[in-house]
């Protein structure tokens, strides 16, 4: 599956748009407590371990999105978009969605 967040592919032609496609990923209360209870892995201002959480997160929301798409027999998903968003006080969610497509 060809993913991008460019509108276009140089050298593809886009043959058919099969719409909107999206996943998500929430971390719960838990992660985050487990995350600053290790904390001390903060280096050079960066906490390791929380990047690391919301890598997973965004791999997730993006695996989910890929999924739907193949779902609707696309062969690229374009003009990806990342979000970042709270819920409450204790929930982070990362969101991924783009334009489902069948490219030649």
Do not use: C, H, W
Request: net charge negative; hydrophobic share 45%; proline share 1%.
């Amino acid at each position: 599956m060809l993913v991008s967040t460019t509108p276009t592919v140089e050298g593809k032609k886009i043959v058919k748009y099969l719409g909107l496609v999206s996943g998500e990923a929430i971390m719960g209360a838990n992660v985050f407590k487990d995350l600053f209870a290790g904390i001390r892995d903060i280096v050079g201002g960066r906490a390791a371990a929380y990047e690391k959480e919301l890598r997973k997160a965004k791999e997730i929301a993006i695996n989910e999105m890929i999924e739907e798409a193949r779902k609707l027999g696309a062969n690229a998903i374009l003009s990806i978009d990342l979000d970042y968003e709270t819920i409450g006080q204790s929930m982070l969610m990362v969101s991924a969605s783009g334009t489902a497509v069948f490219v030649e």
